[in-house]
Each structure stands twice: as C-alpha cells, then as structure tokens.
C-alpha cells in the first residue's frame, strides 16, 4: 500500500481544485440511465470496468452514498492488513478508493496487486462489473436508514464542489424522486433485497455497526473465512469507531474530512424534515420495502418513526 496514501490525497486535492459551476449540470456525467459526478467518473473508466478481471478472493463493498462507505472500506482494509501482512507494505498493492472513481490505468496496475484485493463501489446491482458474478466474488453491501442517508447526502453534495449543491426542500425532492448521483435509494435497495440469501452476499447496517460494531466485525470476518484472533479483532474494534476512524483520515482528507466523515450520529434527520416530509418517506418505505427482508433489516420504525 506504498501509494495508496499519497493517491487518495491526490484525488482529493484535485476535488478542492473544482470550482462549481452555476449550471449544476456541468457537474453530472450520465451513463447507461445513471448519474455520475462528472469531475470523478469518466466513460473511459467504466468502460474499462466491462474488462475488470475479478478474483473469487476479492472483497467487494457496495454501498448507497452515505450509508457507510468509506468507513467499512477502512475496516475491511484493516482486516485484509492482517490476513496478508504484506499488503501493507507492498509495492504492487494499489488501493482502488472506488471503482469508478479510478483512472483506467490504476485499474490495470491493480490486476498485479496481491490478494485479497479490497474494492468498493456505489455501483447500482447491474452496472457492477460482470467478472464478479462470474468468479462468484462475496460481496459485503451497507445499508443505513433512508432518512439519516438523505440528510447525510444533503450535506455531502453541499461540502463537496463536485457535486451540485441545493437547499435542504430541494435536495428531498430530489432524493425522493432518485434524481441525484447512482439513482433512487429505493431502486437500489429492492434490487438488494431479491439477492438478499444469494450464499456470496452479505447485507449489514450502519446502526448495527454503531452499536455493536465487533459482532458486525465477527460476522465479516467469517463471511470471507477470514482467522483473527479475538486480540486482533479488537484492535480493528478500538481504532474503527467512527470518531477514530474520522481522526485517522484527516491527514489524507483534509479539509474534506468534515464532509465524508461528519456526524455519524443516528436520528439527524429528524432536525431537518418537516412533518410532510416524514410522512412522505413513511409511505415510501410502506410502498417499497415494507414487508421485505432488508425492510425488516433497516429496522425502520425503530430510526425513522419520530
């Protein structure tokens, strides 16, 4: 992981470069019927992902923006630091922040990275590289409660110049109707709800791992049959909370460590929505998922009912 520091500081400097332009469009790179942000994506990129070759023995993260992300891909990296050492300190380990976020050419340096490999991506189920399928990869997919994820991705789209900025009334239009960047939140999740038994997923949640985060470590663990030792695991455990993990990210983050890592409370929404607002997403979830696995899962009357 020589250069993965020194890349992911990289791209972030690049972000603070952007200057957002007064026609928000200009920020978004529509693909095959999503949104992507157009200063991070290219076609050239996704293109070279139809030619990504995947291992069984790579762990592959998805997550819908701002459902923990970017903190189970720093879990998932400290548990792959113990089950191959070496990665830590080897040369040919290329860290992929994103799997569409990455330049095609990093994408091919990293077919000589040992495994297991660690990718991620907010990728909807279909547009997932076809390779994965194929060598039967685990996926580990995050979910949070829809209305903690808006507001989170309210305040991610206004902190980072890449990505369009509104008010609070505007951005929930948005959200509710999918029109933002990787699509509705409620597409994504009824597509993972029909693969939730398949044997290579595993679907956790952002509030189990705030409340009990080294069961949901155990559980990952044994999901790739990966060995820690219970010491090693609560190592993981004492420097993967979501206050560490913050503090530990400032150095290649910078002044964007704020926005990616910001609050990581439970129950935030409930200082933006309106009555409306709530009861629209209440019917919502009615609509899609209530009844369904990952319904149940998400626990929603326990977050989202006031």
Excluded at 44 to 68: I, N
Aim: proline share 5%.
């Amino acid at each position: 992981m020589a250069d993965g520091n020194k890349v992911l500081l990289e791209r972030y400097e690049e972000v603070a470069k952007v200057t957002k332009p007064e026609n928000p469009e200009g920020l978004i790179l529509h693909y095959r019927g999503y949104q992507y942000p157009s200063k991070l994506c290219s076609t050239d990129t996704f293109q070279a992902l139809e030619k990504l070759e995947a291992r069984k023995e790579d762990v592959l993260l998805l997550a819908y923006p701002k459902c923990g992300y970017n903190w189970v891909k720093q879990l998932l990296h400290e548990i792959v630091a113990y089950v191959n050492p070496k990665t830590k300190e080897d040369e040919d380990y290329v860290i992929v922040p994103m799997l569409e976020f990455e330049r095609p050419e990093r994408l091919q340096k990293a077919k000589k990275s040992p495994s297991p490999r660690v990718f991620g991506a907010h990728l909807c189920y279909d547009e997932i590289p076809v390779s994965f399928f194929e060598k039967k990869t685990k996926m580990l997919v995050v979910f949070r409660n829809p209305k903690d994820t808006a507001v989170s991705y309210f305040h991610f789209c206004n902190g980072l110049p890449v990505l369009p900025s509104s008010t609070w009334d505007e951005f929930f239009n948005k959200f509710m109707a999918g029109d933002v960047c990787w699509g509705s939140y409620f597409n994504y999740a009824l597509t993972w709800n029909k693969h939730i038994d398949d044997e290579n997923v595993l679907i956790i949640t952002y509030e189990d791992l705030k409340m009990n985060l080294g069961e949901q470590l155990k559980q990952i663990t044994e999901f790739y049959g990966f060995t820690l030792s219970e010491e090693q695991l609560q190592v993981i455990v004492n420097g993967g909370t979501f206050t560490s993990m913050k503090e530990s990210s400032k150095e290649v983050m910078g002044p964007f460590c704020d926005v990616v890592f910001r609050k990581g409370e439970i129950g935030d929404w409930k200082n933006y929505f309106t009555e409306a607002q709530s009861k629209e997403m209440d019917a919502k979830f009615e609509e899609c998922l209530a009844g369904t696995k990952l319904g149940k899962k998400l626990n929603y009357d326990l977050y989202c009912k006031a």
